[in-house]
């Protein structure tokens, strides 16, 4: 799988986008790009995933770039529960189901 | 409510005893999973399922033991081999097969180890 690296935390005020980066400049293919984010204390709670193009679902929008080396996850009004990890893991869709979850970017909403 | 449900949330035993989680899923999913998690890190496979009665090791299986004898069921036992048991410790189900499928979390068990 490729390995993804993500800033360790940010701030984000109330009401504002919150843009999340991720590099994965060593993706291949057939490998897609899941984001995960884990409330404190909480399971994961799945986000969204794509493979090249943008895609957007009731939480949240991920844009990958068009060379697919970095994707951002957008909330677009962030309040103060998406306070959480949020994870990026790069993953072949025929890979099986196993997920490697690295360190994550701990966002912080501010009122 | 469909779901997956982890008990007890919190969980003390004394150093050189086995100790046994519980998970259970009702949303007819044939894949399982164990992670642990330790405090500021991500999280690590332990175990997996992906059908009953059979499991492989994930990335740091040494000192844990599951069984999967029913579908709704994946219990762990973190056994007196595990060096370092004090964690966070997680469950999930997915639909199985080669492609990938969502996962979905249990609330966790914060086992500490005295």
């Known amino acids: 799988d490729a390995k993804t690296t993500q800033p360790p935390s940010m701030d984000c005020a109330e009401g504002r986008a919150a843009n999340l980066p991720c590099n994965h400049s060593?993706?291949?293919?057939?490998?897609?790009v899941y984001w995960y984010r884990q409330i404190h204390s909480q399971g994961p709670q799945y986000i969204i995933h794509?493979?090249?193009n943008n895609e957007t679902n009731e939480m949240a929008s991920l844009i990958i770039t068009e060379d697919r080396k970095s994707s951002t996850l957008i909330l677009p009004h962030a309040t103060l529960r998406d306070t959480a990890v949020y994870y990026c893991?790069?993953?072949?869709?025929?890979?099986?189901?196993?997920?490697?979850f690295g360190g994550g970017t701990r966002l912080m909403v501010k009122p | 409510d469909g779901g997956i449900t982890q008990s007890p949330k919190y969980l003390f035993r004394k150093e050189g005893q086995n100790v046994t989680l519980s998970c259970e899923q009702n949303?007819?999913?044939?894949?399982m999973y164990w992670y642990r998690q330790d405090p500021g890190q991500g999280l690590r496979l332990i175990y997996y399922?992906?059908?009953?009665?059979?499991?492989q090791k994930g990335d740091i299986a040494e000192g844990y033991s599951v069984s999967r004898e029913k579908k709704e069921s994946f219990p762990l036992t973190v056994t007196s081999a595990q060096k370092n048991p004090t964690a966070f410790y997680l469950c999930?189900?997915?639909?199985?097969?080669?492609?990938?499928?969502?996962?979905?979390f249990g609330p966790g068990t914060r086992l500490t180890v005295l």
């Open positions: 949303l007819n999913h044939d894949a």
């Open positions: 399922s992906q059908i009953v009665n059979d499991f």
């Open positions: 060593t993706i291949s293919g057939n490998e897609y």
């Open positions: 999930a189900s997915s639909i199985a097969g080669y492609s990938y499928n969502e996962q979905f």
């Open positions: 893991i790069v993953r072949g869709r025929n890979a099986g189901n196993m997920l490697t």
């Open positions: 794509g493979l090249k």
